[in-house]
T-cell receptor, first 113, second 113 residues
Framework: AQSVSQHNHHVILSEAASLELGCNYS??????LFWYVQYPGQHLQLLLK??????LVKGIKGFEAEFIKSKFSFNLRKPSVQWSDTAEYFC???????????FGKGTKLSVIP | NAGVTQTPKFQVLKTGQSMTLQCAQD?????MYWYRQDPGMGLRLIYY???????DKGEVPNGYNVSRLNKREFSLRLESAAPSQTSVYFC????????????FGSGTQLSVL
């Protein structure tokens, strides 16, 4: 079965700091990759996704992620975080052609003004 | 646009009681899903329905049943609630079989005493 690992449980940053959240997955075949975000008190929403093509994908609110196939990684980055980025971030992986999306355990990001 | 609507938002049950969580989407999506979210565990798929008339088990189906009532509605039933089922439950839907983007409901916080 595929699994998704998110390296950091809780990350605390000051505003304007750069962000990188790690995500690794275990499945060796073709995968589709996602980052979802859950703002406090809200439901999950899609930040960005990778299906094919350019391994560097850009999402909403200045976030980007890079798919590195050789490292089975899909790390999320943002050059300069804002207080409003405080949220929990979930990496998710789906085998191509499958319905099942496997989520990581999440990384909680706290941005200090 | 309502999107994905879940009811109820909060529920407290006693061990052994039964209840049904309701979910409806108004986006004409084919696929619908039930997830549970537990602290430090991320989201885990309980059941999904790839299309109207079909349902399949996800990662953690034990203790649950589902019904895809029609294209819009997908309910989750706990026949005999247990404290281990205390969780936040999210319904989600996606437009196509490729599951490119999940749209989530606002969640049901369930406590089983």
């Amino acid at each position: 079965a595929q699994s998704v690992s998110q390296h950091n449980h809780h990350v605390i940053l000051s505003e304007a700091a750069s962000l990188e959240l790690g995500c690794n997955y275990s499945y060796g075949g073709t995968v589709n990759l996602f980052w979802y975000v859950q703002y406090p008190g809200q439901h999950l929403q899609l930040l960005l996704k990778y299906f094919s093509g350019d391994p560097l994908v850009k999402g909403i609110k200045g976030f980007e992620a890079e798919f590195i196939k050789s490292k089975f990684s899909f790390n999320l980055r943002k050059p300069s975080v804002q207080w409003s980025d405080t949220a929990e971030y979930f990496c998710a992986v789906k085998r191509a052609g499958s319905y099942q999306l496997t989520f990581g355990k999440g990384t909680k990001l706290s941005v200090i003004p | 646009n309502a999107g994905v609507t879940q009811t109820p938002k909060f529920q407290v049950l006693k061990t052994g009681q039964s209840m049904t969580l309701q979910c409806a989407q108004d986006m004409n999506h084919n696929s619908m899903y039930w997830y549970r979210q537990d602290p430090g565990m991320g989201l885990r798929l309980i059941y999904y329905s790839a299309s109207e008339g079909t349902t399949d088990k996800g990662e953690v189906p034990n203790g649950y049943n589902v019904s895809r009532l029609n294209k819009r509605e997908f309910s989750l039933r706990l026949e005999s609630a247990a404290p281990s089922q205390t969780s936040v439950y999210f319904c989600a839907s996606s437009e196509t079989q490729r599951n490119e983007k999940l749209f989530f409901g606002s969640g049901t916080q369930l406590s089983v005493l």
